[in-house]
């Protein structure tokens, strides 16, 4: 069973940068789509990113387009949220996922309901 695991999260003050990492627990050569999506205090999980399977296409939620980019390393199964710019409104917790099914709609591909695998999370502070 593939895992997720987050990391790179922590405090950091407005205009600061992070760089959010997501490992998987087996190897695998399937590719999947992978996103990072995020929980703010108050607000549902929202999708921040995603990224198709050879990293080739991405897209990116239109409240943090041009301060944060997603990316991958397929040889080290590793996903990537580069987040710069960063602002208070950014606080929460970011988790990455996965489609397993290789199903998902590109459409949908901001959608929580479009994967199936998710990690646990990590806590991103941004404060004023």
């Known amino acids: 069973q593939v895992r997720l695991m987050e990391s790179g999260g922590g405090s950091v003050q407005a205009g600061g940068s992070l760089r959010l990492s997501c490992s998987t627990s087996?190897?695998?050569?399937?590719?999947?789509?992978q996103g990072w999506f995020r929980r703010r205090p108050g607000k549902e999980r929202e999708g921040v990113g995603a990224i198709s399977p050879t990293g080739t296409t991405i897209r990116m939620a239109d409240s943090v387009w041009g301060r944060f980019t997603i990316a991958r390393d397929n040889a080290d199964n590793t996903l990537f949220l580069q987040m710069n710019s960063l602002k208070p409104e950014d606080t929460g917790m970011y988790f990455c996922a996965a489609d397993l099914s290789r199903k998902l709609d590109w459409n949908n591909v901001l959608s929580p309901t479009s994967y199936n695998t998710w990690g646990q999370g990590t806590q991103v502070t941004v404060s004023s």
């Open positions: 087996e190897f695998t050569s399937t590719k999947y789509t």
